[in-house]
């Protein structure tokens, strides 16, 4: 492998180590695994493959960002129940603790052939596995008169860090009664409740500092996760704030233009202060290069995430099509402890354990109000198959509503600890 000083970033025992000729010949003869992208999926893989291989393998974790700042907890920061420093994790644990190569630079190209990925600062990573947890990219063009050149003035928020705090100062400066619009996706998008636990958190702020503001969500999708949950909830505590037109009167028929920050649904021209536009979703687009991409996702074998075209890539998360999962962190990061497993097995000739997994998607909706849904799934040859579910139901007493909410800020240590500690 051949990396310089500028874009290797471990700790300094980490770098000293690497750099030095025995420990690249011993590197050089352990098997190789290659793990694009930091995320929920990426991050837990590297971790866990190279502790369960007790360095047996040689991994390394390329990811352009410094600091990975979740998009699990970006509303409760819109909401202001989080400050901005808390979503954001680094790597050093991972490098330290772990022995992981953290290359900071993105990925450009998987030559399969070869099995090298080339990265953007000229380098070229050999692999024997590689895994990819890349997320999500946009599908262009999918809300007419947007494009990404267009996200500083009508912001995603779909992707972790400064995408975030552009929408909440844009919230924050929002004249008084003005309107704050949402363009929800289609499916399947990543995080299923999200975009409704971002009304409700917007709503929650909005309600403090501009009670007379208005929400307006175009929607081109029939139903969507927990909806009965997130409507009786608003009417308890945004009533009237909140219109959401779904595709029966042309939520499924809008057009943006962010010069006149205008928003037209079926027709009708709405003048609005804020526009959120989450447009259409596809795999992160390191999978389309690779060649490992269907549809817009890359199908992968439920049994150990390896893609269904390429065996020896292993596509987690957002970007994997993989059956029933939503796409989530909780996913991700279960998918990966799976992946990881599967790779440790072959690679040193050790055991595989029969594939689980687990999933919830908590959302908050006020103070204390927190709601959740979840299910626990197992492999099958079609994909993954949910085993059994569970969801909050309406009518909940506050207690139990709290310690909903209780249970979230406890996963999301708890998630952040096994990504990076
Ligand atoms: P990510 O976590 O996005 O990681 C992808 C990483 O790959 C990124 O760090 C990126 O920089 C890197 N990358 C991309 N391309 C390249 C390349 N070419 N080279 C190198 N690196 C690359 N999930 C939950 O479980 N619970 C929640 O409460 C929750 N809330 C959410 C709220 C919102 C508003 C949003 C948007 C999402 C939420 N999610 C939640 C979903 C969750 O964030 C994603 O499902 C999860 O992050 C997916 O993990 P991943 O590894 O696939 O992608």
Redesign the pocket.
């Known amino acids: 492998m051949s990396l310089n000083r500028r874009t290797f970033l471990g700790t300094a025992a980490a770098v000293t180590a690497t750099l030095t000729t025995p420990m690249i010949a011993r590197a050089q003869a352990r098997p190789r695994v290659v793990v694009?992208?930091?995320?929920?999926?990426?991050?837990?893989a590297a971790k866990y493959i190279a502790r369960d291989s007790q360095g047996a393998i040689d991994v390394t974790l390329?990811?352009?960002?410094r600091a990975?700042y979740?998009?699990?907890?970006?509303?409760l920061y819109l909401g202001g129940f989080y400050e901005f420093d808390d979503l954001g994790h680094t790597y050093g644990n991972l490098a330290s603790n772990y022995g992981i190569n953290v290359v900071h630079?993105?990925?450009?190209a998987v030559d399969r052939d070869t099995k090298t990925v080339r990265?953007?600062g000229g380098d070229a990573v050999p692999y024997d596995r590689l895994v990819l947890?890349?997320?999500?990219?946009f599908i262009e063009d999918s809300v007419p008169g947007w494009s990404l050149a267009s996200q500083s003035v009508m912001p995603h928020?779909?992707?972790?860090g400064t995408q975030?705090q552009l929408l909440r100062a844009q919230v924050e400066a929002m004249p008084e009664g003005g309107t704050f619009a949402m363009v929800a996706p289609p499916n399947p998008y990543?995080?299923p409740?999200?975009?409704y636990?971002?009304i409700s958190m917007v709503a929650h702020m909005l309600k403090a500092i501009n009670p007379t503001a208005k929400i307006l969500i175009a929607d081109p999708k029939e139903s969507y996760s927990k909806q009965a949950l997130f409507e009786d909830g608003w009417q308890r505590h945004y009533s009237g704030m909140i219109t959401r037109i779904g595709p029966d009167f042309g939520g499924d028929n809008v057009e943006v233009d962010p010069a006149a920050m205008t928003l037209t649904i079926d027709g009708v021209v709405e003048n609005v202060d804020v526009c959120n536009v989450?447009p259409a979703q596809r795999a992160?687009?390191?999978a389309h290069?690779a060649g490992i991409v269907e549809d817009n996702w890359a199908p992968v074998s439920a049994y150990d995430m390896s893609s269904r075209i390429d065996p020896e890539i292993h596509v987690?998360?957002?970007?994997?099509a993989q059956g029933a999962m939503?796409?989530?962190?909780?996913?991700?990061?279960s998918q990966?402890k799976v992946a990881a497993n599967a790779i440790v097995a072959a690679l040193t000739d050790g055991r595989a354990f029969p594939p689980r997994f687990a999933?919830?998607?908590?959302?908050l909706i006020d103070t204390d109000d927190g709601v959740k849904v979840g299910a626990t799934y197992e492999a099958s040859d079609e994909g993954i198959v949910s085993t059994s579910s569970f969801i909050s139901e309406v009518g909940e007493s506050a207690e139990v509503r709290a310690e909903t909410y209780r249970e979230?800020l406890g996963?999301?240590d708890a998630?952040v600890e096994d990504m990076f500690a």
């Open positions: 694009v992208g930091g995320g929920a999926g990426g991050a837990t390329i990811e352009p960002t990975y979740t998009c699990f907890f970006s509303n630079d993105w990925a450009t990265l953007a947890s890349p997320g999500i990219d928020a779909y992707k972790g975030t990543r995080c409740p999200g975009p636990e971002r989450i992160g687009h390191i290069q987690l998360g957002d970007s994997a939503p796409k989530s962190g909780f996913s991700a990061n990966a999933n919830t998607c908590w959302s979230s996963w999301y998630i």
